[in-house]
Structures are given as structure tokens and as C-alpha cells.
């Protein structure tokens, strides 16, 4: 579906003009060998969930109760390295499609790309990526769930910025399932990254209606059996910019309301004290998600010209698999 063109944004605190949804009817990056690899015909080898889990003797559905120590409760995250984060920025999109250009998500990427070194990750680990086809986001996915050794790092990040509706995310001349794209992460994971932290944020839409909100009451409008398998579904965490179903809202010259509150919570929590960087704290990331939908819930609504698309709101919907604590 095709974003609304002549809607302005404004926050409770602030004024800007020019929001576009991420609704749907030159890349840059540290490493040439992902590039080569992306740009290429060659398909990724691929390492089967199926081979990576041993057997396990058969125990009666109601008689297994594993048990693990308070230590397990948080995920490790001092390795020697982060981990790998990776951006997928899709501005602009074959005519044939129909779909607007993304105005302000350069502004959402650079930030992201500050907010990921925030969090630990080395820059020449943050690799971003302009106007993929959905081929070469597949192809992305499937290198960095199967051929990436992660012995050594923490967790992996991947930002996704792009037009989408409920399920569905556009590459620059197509779409894809989310469901699709992920798939490499759960069927052809490295033995590495199971166990280990997998996020994923989401800034697209993901249907075509207008959240317009509600007033408080009373509010004025203004085989080896010592072996452990853990399902594949585990360890994700996936924050979305909206609710199913609902626009996602975006400003022309700050970016999308929900990278623009990510990128100022974080900064928020990690330097408590402003700018002193010698006050530097650890972060939760799931009340981190938490401060950021209550941001962007409470304090931005869109101004528009038109009737239709005046006073909107929106919250994120963050959807966590993951089984223990997760800090930064």
C-alpha cells in the first residue's frame, strides 16, 4: 500500500514537518567479501538445524523437568567481540511497484548505525546495506545466519527499514515474507549463534490503518542424554515499529518515530548523567524497549493537512522469545 504523501508530524515537545508511513501495496559496508557475496549468483552452504541437535532418549511428555543454575538466567556477554549488527536501509524502489521513496531513513540508519556502537559493537562489525533487491536480502540472511563463526561474539543485531505491510517486507523490486527472510536463522543457523541472542527491529508498516488513540477517563483532549535441546524459536527477540495491522509513521528530516526514540532511550539509560561518558551504565534491553514504546505511545501524534491522517498515533510491539536476560 502506497504511504500518505502530505502528512506533517509533531511530538508534544517538538515540531517537524514532512511524516510519510512505511506502508507497501549505494550500499555501504566494511567487508568487500559480503559484498561479493551478496552481489553474486553463488548460493550460501547451508548447515541444517537437523544436524547441528543430537538425539535425545524418549521421556514421557509430563516426567522431563530440566533444571538450571540462576547463572544461565542472563545471557554471557563478554566474549570477545559483540557480536554482528547489521542494517538493511531500502530508500527507493522500482517504479513497478508503485511505492514512494523512504524519506528520512538515512537519517534512521546513521543513527543506528551510532546506537549500535553504543552497544558494543566494533564499527567494522556494523555492516549496512542500500536498496537490496529481495534476492540479496535472502542472501544476506543466509550469510549471516549459516557462515558467520560467532564462537567469539555475543549476540547478533539486524535492523530492518523498509515499506511492508502485515507478515510482508519490500526489497527495492519485490516482496518477501518476513517469515521467508528469517528462515536461514532457524534452519540453517551456525552452531555458534544457538543459545545466543538474535534481535531483530523492525520499521515498517505493517497494514494500512490509522491508530487514533483513546483519552484517559476524565482527560481533556489536547543421543547423549546429557545433551540439551532447545527449540528453534528460541533466543529471538523481535521489536516491531508498529502493531500488526497499522501505519508506521515516519519524518522526513528526523526519521521514523521509533528509531528516533530508540536512539534517544538508549542514550538516555547507557549515559544517565548526559554527555559524561565516565558514567557509562548497562543497559536492559527489554525495559530499554519498554521506555521506547511508552515514548513513542505518549509523546508523538501526527499533524496533518489532511482530516484523515491528522492526530494518529502509534505504538511498537515488541514479540521476545528470548529465554534469559539480556544486557548491553
Known amino acids: ?27 555501504g559496508q566494511s567487508r568487500r567479501s559480503i559484498l561479493q557475496m551478496i552481489s553474486s549468483s553463488t548460493q550460501v552452504t547451508a548447515h541444517p538445524l537437523d544436524t547441528l541437535q543430537p538425539n535425545q532418549p524418549h521421556y514421557p511428555r509430563d516426567s522431563l523437568l530440566l533444571s538450571t543454575p540462576d547463572v544461565h538466567l542472563r545471557y554471557f556477554m563478554g566474549h570477545d567481540s559483540r557480536g554482528m549488527a547489521v542494517i538493511i536501509n531500502n530508500e527507493t524502489f ?23 556502537r553504543l552497544l ?39 535492523a530492518i527499514l523498509s515499506h511492508g505491510n502485515d507478515g510482508v517486507i519490500y526489497g527495492r523490486d519485490g516482496k518477501t515474507s518476513l517469515d521467508e527472510l528469517l528462515l536461514p536463522f532457524k534452519k540453517y543457523i551456525h552452531p555458534s549463534l544457538i543459545g545466543k541472542p538474535k534481535v531483530f527491529l523492525i520499521q515498517a508498516c505493517r497494514g494500512d490503518k490509522l491508530e487514533n488513540g483513546v483519552l484517559f477517563p476524565g482527560s481533556v483532549e489536547s543421543d547423549d542424554s546429557s545433551a540439551q535441546r532447545i527449540p528453534a524459536e528460541a533466543d529471538f527477540l523481535y521489536a516491531y515499529s508498529t502493531v500488526p495491522g497499522y501505519y ?23 549515559f544517565p548523567s ?13 525495559r530499554l524497549l519498554t521506555r521506547v ?36
Not at 248 to 256: K, L
Open 293 to 328: 514504546s511508552y515514548d513513542v505511545a505518549y509523546n508523538f501524534e501526527s499533524c496533518a493537512n489532511r482530516t484523515d491522517l491528522n492526530a494518529k498515533k502509534q505504538v511498537p510491539s515488541v514479540v521476545s522469545m528470548l529465554t534469559k536476560d539480556l544486557y548491553f
Open 248 to 270: 508506521s509513521w515516519r519524518n522526513a528530516s528526523r526519521g521514523s518515530w521509533f528509531v528516533e526514540a530508540f536512539t534517544r532511550k538508549l542514550r538516555d539509560m547507557k
Open 120 to 158: 558494543g559493537f566494533e564499527t567494522s562489525n556494523i555492516h549496512r546495506y542500500d536498496d537490496l533487491t529481495v534476492r540479496n536480502m535472502r542472501k544476506a540472511m543466509e550469510y549471516y545466519a549459516a557462515e558467520i563463526n560467532y564462537n567469539a561474539m555475543d549476540c547478533f543485531i539486524c
Open 1 to 27: 500500500m502506497v504511504e500518505p504523501k502530505s502528512a506533517n508530524v509533531q511530538r508534544r515537545v517538538r515540531k517537524s514537518n514532512s511524516t510519510s508511513s512505511d506502508a507497501g501495496p549505494p550500499m
Open 94 to 116: 522500482e517504479p513497478a511497484l508503485g511505492m514512494s521513496q523512504r524519506t528520512g531513513t538515512q537519517v534512521d540508519a546513521a543513527n543506528l548505525q551510532d546506537s549500535f
Open 274 to 286: 548526559g554527555s559524561n561518558r565516565d558514567d557509562e551504565r548497562e543497559v536492559d534491553f527489554q
